[in-house]
T-cell receptor, first 115, second 112 residues
Framework: DAGITQSPRHKVTETGTPVTLRCHQT?????MYWYRQDPGHGLRLIHY???????DKGEVSDGYSVSRSKTEDFLLTLESATSSQTSVYFC??????????????FGQGTRLTVV | DQQVKQNSPSLSVQEGRISILNCDYT??????FLWYKKYPAEGPTFLIS?????DKNEDGRFTVFLNKSAKHLSLHIVPSQPGDSAVYFC???????????FGGGTRVLVKP
């Protein structure tokens, strides 16, 4: 298994509060991704990183920000959580860009509930 | 607008028979296609992929077929086993930089 750890695994938070999810890898992979999984939508890309301090937006980035200050850590922050951000969040890593067909390795997910 | 679609949300098959999962895409710029398998409470795991220059790729019990003219791919699992019961996601890349575009998933149930 790829060395990817997501924390926390479960979280319940109140609307309007900030939330930070952490993804930690031990594989030294260059690319890191945050996805959310919702019924009927599959997995949708929120943000990704192609190196330390290099990040870019995905298709559902509104309301989310990310930071990558070290190769091994990729943080996803919900500045002010809303109920529409209730979802399962997955971090993924890859050696090369997934845009080149490279497979990504996924973490076990974080189930976030915004009440 | 979903560029990758899996029109069958679920599939039930008897153990030992063939499972056929379908995926359609709209963007002709996609040049790699991947299938991922996901068990409950786990992250997706890579299963098999195919480049757009091929029409078939086989790995053990899993075969992926690509029909570019129809913008359609399928995953065949033969023979199906109870451990294959999972959600399967089709994904495509090459059209939007670093991005993988996923379909909505198909839940497969293999009955003993």
């Amino acid at each position: 298994d790829a060395g990817i750890t997501q924390s926390p695994r479960h979280k319940v938070t109140e609307t309007g509060t900030p939330v930070t999810l952490r993804c930690h890898q031990t594989e030294n992979h260059r690319y890191m991704y945050w996805y959310r999984q919702d019924p009927g939508h599959g997995l949708r890309l929120i943000h990704y990183s192609y190196g330390v301090k290099d990040t870019d937006k995905g298709e559902v980035s509104d309301g989310y920000s990310v930071s990558r200050s070290k190769t091994e850590d990729f943080l996803l922050t919900l500045e002010s959580a809303t109920s529409s951000q209730t979802s399962v969040y997955f971090c993924a890593i890859s050696t090369r860009s997934t845009g080149r067909g490279t497979e990504a390795f996924f973490g076990q997910g974080t189930r976030l509930t915004v009440v | 607008d979903q560029q990758v679609k899996q029109n069958s949300p679920s599939l039930s098959v008897q153990e030992g028979r063939i499972s056929i999962l379908n995926c359609d895409y709209t963007n002709s710029m996609f040049d790699y296609f991947l299938w991922y398998k996901k068990y409950p409470a786990e992250g997706p795991t890579f299963l098999i992929s195919i480049s757009s220059i091929k029409d078939k790729n086989e790995d053990g019990r899993f075969t992926v077929f690509l029909n570019k003219s129809a913008k359609h791919l399928s995953l065949h699992i033969v023979p199906s086993q109870p451990g294959d019961s999972a959600v399967y996601f089709c994904a495509a890349s090459g059209a939007a930089g670093n991005k993988l575009t996923f379909g909505g998933g198909t839940r497969v149930l293999v009955k003993p």
